[in-house]
């Protein structure tokens, strides 16, 4: 019979290589469901046994309290930097010289093993005898933060090595790699904080460091870093005796180590890999700004040593940032559904990172001075790190005298009452305000939420003026006389209205609660709370301490929902959804709807589809039953393609997953 502890103990290792399948691979074996009973048994076990609670148990990422700073670490081995190149030249120039100095005739080809350069954070993982015991910025390259209770609540860290059968572990072992954000991650977080009143984050980097920077791991835990690693910086017990070895090693134990990193047997073909990436880096879902290119050989490496700034062997393709020259119309002050006024540039429509643009983003009023953006102005966009086009500078020199400067607003520009400052922001504090009401009632009726066709802004903006609706339930009373007298509405389009309004009331509570536009309360968040409440009221009657327990949900989304439902303006809104008929209870599809083609299927889409935007497609699919991953691995069941795919569809046909064009995909969900 194995003891209490031997079983606890293979609990945790069934977690872990879970944790690894889904974390680290993709390629998930086990449902959402399944894995967190798997945890939850773990859980109720070192409740019961306390003192069995080991450090590197899968329990323990997320630790208890903030701390109050960071304290340095010293690095064993100095982290360096990579000396940066732009050009193709440069690059022979760099397989010349090593030649040279290593004394290889220069007809003979030196192999390179070339990877995405990650724009992220760097970082230094310590294992000892395979258990993470300290994670440390880059700092200065000397000394760093020790950052490690962060490090630990990123899954796919592990907190205990995973070699495979046989493989030894090293009783000491730096890893070095960058942390990071997703592209759809940094846009979720900024739409939240945007939500909060919250300054924005530019780009998925500084959002990256500023979350690797937090002093309370539980917030860091909610904002999903991710980790890529790329090098060794110090190993006791093993002779390697190649990059790509070192890189194989850090695989097997577990680490994520970039899919797209090659094995070029001569500069020539690094140089292709650099050019084939310049033109597919937006297909990624995290940023790159360049690639690195490393001699393979290790005992090269240590010929050729390091300057005092970076290494010998190594050097990086910088990408230039995708920028472009445009003149700003004019600049607008934009009322959000929660009051906040922004400043947003319409631009004369230009070509940037294939997408034509016509407006960018200002942040906020105190950027407008600081950079002396005036109307008219001629100026330089980009799209760097960001995915909304950023002005980053105006071209002085080609002013004409005709530029207007923007003056800041001192009253809402929608209902003219007094706005007050808050940081960086301006604020509209009218509970009446008529712009607010019109975004709210806006994002209600939009695709993520309650999804009503033909309710758009242009028709909520002559519904609001013309006295039709103050809040969003009063959609469900609008009438055929209301909506006929509109502009551009007849008869027919009137009654397909109509017929939308009442589809909607039947949208499941994952949709409402997001319709509700609670502030910090998104999509996603939306989909965890209507996981764990069946019904509205149920949600509405949550305490602060229910609601915190919930994995995602922190104080401040607590204290925004408690809140929210607190407001009898509010309430008095609900109750006229409920009045009207509003679903506000947890459905459970019936068999008899389920799709049998896409039931229990896992769906992966990439490219662009005619028909369907990615999320309506997504939200279809599920409906019916499917699940939805975001990368193709074994375990994906078909994958949706649209026009210019990505990588997905390679790797689609090299693990021969089905793939079903739009058409396909139309006949299937039908
Ligand atoms: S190797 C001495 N590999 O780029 C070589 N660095 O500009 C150590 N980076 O500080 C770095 N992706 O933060 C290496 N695949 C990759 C990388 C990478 C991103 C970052 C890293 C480094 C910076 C240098």
């Known amino acids: 019979?194995?003891?209490?502890?031997?079983?606890?103990?293979?609990?945790?290792?069934?977690?872990?290589?879970?944790?690894?399948?889904?974390?680290?691979?993709?390629?998930?074996?086990?449902?959402?469901?399944?894995?967190?009973?798997?945890?939850?048994?773990?859980?109720?076990?070192?409740?019961?046994?306390?003192?069995?609670?080991?450090?590197?148990?899968?329990?323990?990422?997320?630790?208890?309290?903030?701390?109050?700073?960071?304290?340095?670490?010293?690095?064993?081995?100095?982290?360096?930097?990579?000396?940066?190149?732009?050009?193709?030249?440069?690059?022979?120039?760099?397989?010349?010289?090593?030649?040279?100095?290593?004394?290889?005739?220069?007809?003979?080809?030196?192999?390179?093993?070339?990877?995405?350069?990650?724009?992220?954070?760097?970082?230094?993982?310590?294992?000892?005898?395979?258990?993470?015991?300290?994670?440390?910025?880059?700092?200065?390259?000397?000394?760093?933060?020790?950052?490690?209770?962060?490090?630990?609540?990123?899954?796919?860290?592990?907190?205990?090595?995973?070699?495979?059968?046989?493989?030894?572990?090293?009783?000491?072992?730096?890893?070095?790699g960058e942390i990071y954000l997703s592209n759809k991650e940094f846009q979720r977080l900024n739409e939240e904080r945007e939500e909060a009143g919250e300054s924005q984050f530019a780009n998925p980097r500084n959002a990256a460091a500023g979350t690797l920077k937090l002093l309370d791991p539980r917030v860091t835990a909610k904002r999903h870093l991710r980790v890529f690693a790329y090098a060794i910086g110090y190993l006791e017990d093993f002779e390697l005796e190649t990059h790509m070895k070192c890189l194989e090693l850090i695989r097997g134990f577990g680490l994520p180590v970039n899919p797209h990193t090659r094995l070029c047997e001569s500069i020539g073909e690094a140089i292709q890999y650099c050019n084939e990436w310049g033109k597919k880096r937006n297909d990624l879902d995290y940023m790159i700004d360049g690639i690195v290119i490393k001699v393979n050989s290790l005992s090269l490496h240590e010929q050729l040593g390091a300057t005092s700034k970076a290494p010998r062997w190594v050097i990086s393709y910088k990408?230039?940032?995708?920028?472009?020259?445009?003149?700003?119309?004019?600049?607008?002050?934009?009322?959000?559904?929660?009051?906040?006024?922004?400043?947003?540039?319409?631009?004369?429509?230009?070509?940037?990172?294939?997408?034509?643009?016509?407006?960018?983003?200002?942040?906020?009023?105190?950027?407008?001075?600081?950079?002396?953006?005036?109307?008219?102005?001629?100026?330089?966009?980009?799209?760097?790190?960001?995915?909304?086009?950023?002005?980053?500078?105006?071209?002085?020199?080609?002013?004409?005298?005709?530029?207007?400067?923007?003056?800041?607003?001192?009253?809402?520009?929608?209902?003219?009452?007094?706005?007050?400052?808050?940081?960086?922001?301006?604020?509209?504090?009218?509970?009446?305000?008529?712009?607010?009401?019109?975004?709210?009632?806006?994002?209600?009726?939009?695709?993520?939420?309650?999804?009503?066709?033909?309710?758009?802004?242009?028709?909520?903006?002559?519904?609001?003026?013309?006295?039709?609706?103050?809040?969003?339930?009063d959609i469900y009373c609008l009438k055929h006389p209301d909506l006929e007298n509109l502009e551009r509405m007849g008869k027919k389009s009137s009654s397909n209205l109509i017929r939308a309004i009442e589809e909607s009331k039947q949208r499941n509570l994952e949709r409402l609660i997001c319709a509700l536009g609670i502030h910090n309360v998104g999509v996603h968040t939306a989909e965890v709370l209507s996981e764990h409440f069946d019904s509205l009221d149920a949600l509405a009657h949550a305490t602060q301490e229910k609601l915190e327990g919930i994995y995602e949900i922190g104080p401040v989304v607590a204290r925004s929902i408690i809140e929210f439902f607190h407001d009898r303006h509010t309430q008095s809104i609900i109750e006229k959804l409920k009045t009207a008929g509003v679903n506000t209870r947890k459905q459970t599809i019936p068999a008899s709807e389920k799709n049998s083609k896409i039931s229990g299927k896992s769906f992966v889409i990439t490219g662009t589809l005619q028909k369907y935007p990615r999320k309506e497609a997504e939200m279809i699919i599920k409906h019916q039953g499917g699940r939805i991953l975001s990368q193709v691995s074994k375990k994906t069941d078909y994958l949706v393609v649209g026009e210019d795919p990505g990588a997905k569809l390679d790797k689609a046909r090299e693990l021969h997953v089905q793939i079903l064009d739009e058409e396909a995909f139309e006949k299937m969900i039908k």
Request: hydrophobic fraction near 35%; charged fraction near 30%.
């Open 1 to 176: 019979m194995k003891s209490i502890k031997e079983n606890i103990e293979q609990l945790r290792d069934t977690i872990r290589y879970h944790d690894r399948k889904y974390y680290v691979e993709n390629n998930p074996e086990i449902t959402d469901y399944e894995y967190d009973q798997l945890v939850k048994e773990l859980q109720q076990f070192e409740k019961t046994y306390p003192h069995l609670i080991v450090p590197d148990s899968p329990t323990q990422r997320v630790g208890g309290e903030p701390l109050t700073q960071f304290s340095t670490v010293e690095h064993k081995i100095p982290m360096l930097s990579i000396d940066n190149t732009y050009s193709d030249n440069e690059l022979e120039e760099f397989d010349q010289r090593i030649k040279r100095m290593a004394g290889i005739d220069g007809h003979r080809n030196i192999e390179y093993v070339v990877e995405l350069k990650i724009d992220g954070v760097a970082i230094a993982l310590w294992y000892e005898k395979g258990l993470f015991v300290r994670g440390a910025t880059r700092g200065d390259g000397f000394k760093g933060d020790d950052v490690t209770a962060n490090l630990r609540t990123i899954h796919q860290i592990p907190l205990k090595l995973q070699p495979a059968e046989k493989q030894q572990i090293p009783s000491a072992i730096e890893i070095r």
């Open 319 to 473: 990408y230039q940032p995708e920028q472009a020259v445009t003149k700003i119309e004019e600049i607008v002050a934009q009322v959000g559904k929660t009051g906040t006024i922004t400043p947003v540039a319409n631009l004369s429509p230009v070509l940037l990172a294939g997408t034509m643009v016509s407006r960018a983003t200002l942040h906020n009023f105190e950027e407008i001075s600081r950079k002396d953006i005036r109307m008219g102005d001629p100026v330089v966009v980009q799209k760097a790190g960001e995915i909304i086009p950023q002005v980053v500078s105006v071209v002085k020199e080609k002013r004409n005298g005709t530029e207007r400067i923007f003056q800041e607003p001192t009253v809402c520009p929608e209902c003219k009452s007094a706005v007050r400052r808050e940081g960086v922001y301006l604020r509209c504090h009218n509970p009446f305000c008529h712009a607010q009401a019109k975004r709210r009632i806006q994002y209600f009726a939009s695709r993520h939420a309650m999804d009503i066709e033909g309710f758009g802004p242009a028709l909520v903006d002559q519904l609001v003026d013309k006295g039709f609706l103050k809040d969003y339930a």
